[in-house]
């Protein structure tokens, strides 16, 4: 018995010691880490062999085992503790004895905190009732899980984002407009000098219109619509003097541009906030990527029998996609400076390739708008040819939003990268096709506007062609906002339910083959992240266009869940970040950063125009802000130049620096922590494994003793036996 107490009882001579626990993986590693970091003359406390176990609730103190006093837990409500129905009954019974032993003061406080509680549950309750497209959502969700659910989700907040932008509009610019009439105001409206360049020609028509020509109108935003609160050139106001103050139109409509970007950004950001802590923990370790998918990959919202089918296989696939990673990996580590120097050379070909194709798709863009334009001002002929000119760079840039996709889904396959980077570096390809072309159009549209016949325009623009440019940005906005919309619709209606017809009543091969719609959550995606890019540049030039993105994207959502229910099925291939929002606000970031390039352009450079819209007094629109900051007090006057000064500028700069930094440094302290939660709990495992061991050693060293204790009492007729001797209690263990 003497080697079985030894390997759990220690020596009580002396300090308190125990063999077994120093053994323990994570007691050595201490002790190197500990002669590493110290030097050799520094003395150890004196419980040197005590440990100090994160998640254990002991501490060794010499001899005695004393326990951590426990901090006092917060009563939760029953209802949200992990017990079963008997133990909640059991807990409420003695919560309500205890109740009685209180004070009548404590009870009433008591009974009020859970009214109190009870009530702001049910106005959470009632408030997520009122929702938007609640229950729509959560039947998505049940029939094809969260993947899906998360695109009608980014939806809805398009939906919501466009809205507020709208309100703000309408709030700040419209809406003194139309009330200054009835409310005492006087309306000063921006009146025509004279000149040349304040000459602004009515384009409405007159006399008997063709029916048809009301539709062109309608869909181009030209002849009745140009006249409306629709579009730019209609706010020729300076401003509205009230009784008690003068409301200033030009400032209120550069602020509220700028307030709707920066309000857009503020919300995106703090959507993606949560979405990229979850990527980055994710991403972080492959391990813990692995153990998620396994134990914890299986989404519980799913009720359809066809939509679990399909989430095991997204799982499958997902698993052998990361192993085809790792696969990947051990190749490119393995590979040979031949095979990199072939790889690399065939990439840069490719890519070359790609941008070729790119560039032949921006000139294609540019010659359509150049070609528009010059169709525009020559007189209509025919209904459908005017109209096809009309669109020619919308019809342009989706033609090529369709192909290059495609090109880019072939050529991705010859330049050998992990599955995952290749859908995000094709999906990257896209964004940069589709948000581009939005930026050639506004440089084709500028560079006619800023060119005269002569050397120098009189006006700063184009005057005799475009006498009221911002107008004519806006119909091209609204013109692509319009087509857009089209081609959704239509390609539900005569593409997918088409094809949905085939695959389901034919029984060709060539139709089992071409199979059922994918839904690619993606491609739809790129495609509202296009229309939003739209409204935002269009917003200074066509005022209501948050309005119209509103029910455009109102009306997509059923398109969308009528052609996911009845027409197409999911991806079997599931995009990784569908999972959450993160990679559509991060690409929806992009296109408000594109967004802002041309808007900024536009007010800051751009001569506006004299001849309409609310800023006839001014060189540049940003003009009408310096102006408003001159007619304030001398004291705010200086304040405003102090914060806009360089001095200012250089020491925020280098405070945002230094709060940066210290932010980085914190994010580094905080990763180096995790690392070593990590490391004690690998350690942890190590010392169970370790001790499960000893375990198994000593019960096969006792059952040895044990057998031999049989045999010498069969073989000597000595009665005596043979007793095991208990270790005195106070001996000091480690479970």
């Given at each position: 018995m ?7 009882y220690s020596d009580?001579?002396?300090p308190?010691s ?5 053994q323990?993986p ?11 970091s110290t030097?050799?003359g520094?003395k ?15 501490r060794?103190k ?7 006093p426990k ?6 409500p029953i209802?949200?503790?992990p017990?079963t ?6 807990d409420r019974?003695q ?6 032993d209180?004070?009548?003061w ?5 009974n009020?905190r859970?009214t109190?509680?009870r009530?702001?549950e049910?106005?959470?309750?009632m ?6 497209w609640r229950g729509d959502?959560?039947v ?12 009608f989700?980014f939806l809805?907040f398009?939906?919501?984002?466009n809205f ?7 709030g ?10 009835h409310?005492?105001g ?6 025509s000098d ?6 602004y020609?009515?384009?409405?028509r007159?006399g008997?219109?063709v029916?048809?020509?009301?539709i062109?109108d309608?869909l ?6 140009e006249?409306?609160?629709l579009?730019y ?9 009230f009784?008690?103050?003068t409301?200033s ?8 541009t700028?307030?709707y970007?920066?309000?857009s ?5 703090k959507?993606?906030a949560a ?5 980055l923990?994710q991403d972080e370790d492959?391990?813990?990527s692995?153990?998620n998918k396994?134990?914890?990959?299986w989404?519980?919202c799913?009720?359809n029998?066809n ?15 990361d192993?085809?990673?790792?696969r ?9 400076r031949?095979?990199?120097c072939r790889?690399?050379l065939?990439?840069?070909v490719?890519n070359?390739f790609?941008?070729?194709?790119l560039a032949?798709c921006?000139y294609c863009?540019?010659r359509?708008t ?5 169709s ?17 760079p919308s019809?342009?840039?989706t033609?090529?939003n369709?192909i290059t996709p495609?090109?880019?889904?072939l050529?991705?396959?010859?330049e050998?990268y992990s599955?995952?980077f ?7 390809r ?8 939005i ?6 549209l500028?560079s006619?506007?800023t060119?005269?016949?002569?050397s120098?325009c ?6 005799t ?6 107008t004519h940005?806006g119909?091209?906005?609204y ?7 089209i081609?959704i ?5 005569l593409?997918?339910?088409p094809?949905?017809l085939i695959?389901t009543h034919?029984?060709c ?17 790129l ?9 935002w540049i269009?917003t200074f030039?066509c ?8 029910i ?16 197409c ?6 995009f990784r ?7 559509f606000?991060a690409?929806?970031?992009?296109g408000?950063a594109?967004a802002?390039v ?10 506006c ?9 001014y ?11 001159s ?5 705010l006057?200086?304040f405003?130049?102090a ?6 500028a ?13 932010v980085?440094a914190?994010?580094?302290?905080h990763?180096r922590?995790?690392n070593?939660l990590r ?6 495992g190590?010392d ?7 375990l198994?050693q000593?019960?096969?060293s006792?059952?040895?003793h044990?057998?031999?204790a049989?045999e ?5 007729s000595?009665?005596g036996?043979v007793f095991l ?7 000091a263990?480690h479970a």
């Amino acid at each position: 018995m003497d080697s079985v107490d030894s390997v759990f009882y220690s020596d009580h001579s002396g300090p308190s010691s125990n063999p077994l626990l120093d053994q323990l993986p994570s007691y050595q590693s201490l002790l190197y880490r500990r002669k590493s970091s110290t030097s050799g003359g520094t003395k150890r406390r004196g419980s040197s062999r005590g440990r100090l176990g994160s998640s254990s609730s002991w501490r060794w103190k010499g001899d005695k085992v004393e326990e951590r006093p426990k901090a006092p837990s917060l009563q939760r409500p029953i209802r949200e503790l992990p017990k079963t129905m008997e133990e909640k009954r059991r807990d409420r019974e003695q919560r309500m004895e205890q109740d009685k032993d209180l004070s009548s003061w404590k009870q009433w406080r008591q009974n009020t905190r859970r009214t109190l509680k009870r009530l702001k549950e049910d106005s959470v309750e009632m408030l997520r009732a009122l929702e938007l497209w609640r229950g729509d959502i959560h039947v998505i969700e049940g029939m094809f899980g969260t993947g899906i659910l998360s695109y009608f989700s980014f939806l809805r907040f398009l939906v919501l984002l466009n809205f507020v932008i709208f309100l703000l509009m309408f709030g700040f610019v419209m809406l003194p407009i139309i009330i200054a009439t009835h409310a005492s105001g006087n309306i000063t409206f921006n009146r025509s000098d004279g000149s040349e360049c304040s000459n602004y020609p009515s384009t409405s028509r007159r006399g008997l219109v063709v029916f048809h020509q009301y539709i062109t109108d309608l869909l181009s935003g030209t002849g009745f619509l140009e006249e409306t609160y629709l579009f730019y050139g209609y706010y020729k106001v300076e401003a509205i003097r009230f009784p008690r103050f003068t409301y200033s139109i030009p400032l209120a409509y550069v602020l509220v541009t700028v307030a709707y970007l920066l309000l857009s950004l503020i919300w995106i950001v703090k959507r993606s906030a949560a979405g990229f802590k979850r990527n980055l923990v994710q991403d972080e370790d492959r391990f813990q990527s692995f153990c998620n998918k396994i134990f914890a990959g299986w989404d519980f919202c799913i009720t359809n029998e066809n939509a679990a089918r399909l989430k095991r296989s997204s799982l499958l696939y997902e698993l052998k996609t990361d192993l085809e990673e790792e696969r990947i990996k051990q190749k490119i580590a393995g590979r040979t400076r031949r095979e990199k120097c072939r790889i690399y050379l065939l990439r840069l070909v490719l890519n070359v390739f790609v941008v070729a194709v790119l560039a032949t798709c921006f000139y294609c863009i540019y010659r359509a708008t150049i070609h528009s334009q010059q169709s525009q001002m020559q007189r209509p002929t025919n209904f459908i040819l005017d109209l096809i000119y009309e669109y020619l760079p919308s019809i342009v840039i989706t033609l090529a939003n369709f192909i290059t996709p495609l090109m880019f889904s072939l050529i991705i396959q010859f330049e050998d990268y992990s599955p995952a980077f290749e859908i995000r570096f094709t999906l990257l390809r896209c964004v940069f096709m589709r948000l581009a072309s939005i930026g050639v159009l506004l440089f084709s549209l500028w560079s006619q506007i800023t060119s005269c016949e002569g050397s120098k325009c009189q006006c700063g623009y184009n005057h005799t062609l475009y006498p009221c440019w911002e107008t004519h940005v806006g119909q091209e906005m609204y013109k692509l906002m319009i087509f857009d919309f089209i081609i959704i619709g239509a390609a539900t209606v005569l593409v997918e339910f088409p094809r949905k017809l085939i695959v389901t009543h034919c029984d060709c091969g060539l139709a089992k083959w071409w199979g059922q719609q994918e839904f690619a959550i993606p491609q739809n995606v790129l495609e509202i992240v296009y229309g939003q890019t739209i409204c935002w540049i269009g917003t200074f030039y066509c005022p209501l266009l948050p309005a119209i993105s509103t029910i455009k994207y109102f009306i997509v959502f059923y398109i969308k869940k009528m052609t996911l229910v009845n027409n197409c099925r999911p991806a079997t291939r599931p995009f990784r970040a569908s999972s959450s929002n993160f990679f559509f606000l991060a690409v929806l970031l992009i296109g408000l950063a594109l967004a802002c390039v041309p808007l900024a352009v536009s007010i800051a450079e751009i001569d506006c125009s004299q001849a309409c819209g609310p800023f006839v007094n001014y060189t540049k629109s940003w003009e009408v802000v310096p102006h408003t900051v001159s007619q304030l007090p001398n004291g705010l006057q200086g304040f405003l130049r102090a914060i806009s000064s360089e001095p200012f500028a250089v020491t925020f700069f280098v405070i945002t620096c230094l709060a940066m930094f210290y932010v980085i440094a914190l994010a580094g302290a905080h990763k180096r922590v995790v690392n070593q939660l990590r490391e004690q709990l690998a350690m942890e495992g190590r010392d169970k494994r370790f001790l499960i061991q000893k375990l198994c050693q000593a019960q096969r060293s006792l059952q040895v003793h044990s057998r031999s204790a049989r045999e010498s009492a069969q073989n000597y007729s000595d009665p005596g036996g043979v007793f095991l001797v208990r270790p005195p209690s106070d001996s000091a263990t480690h479970a």
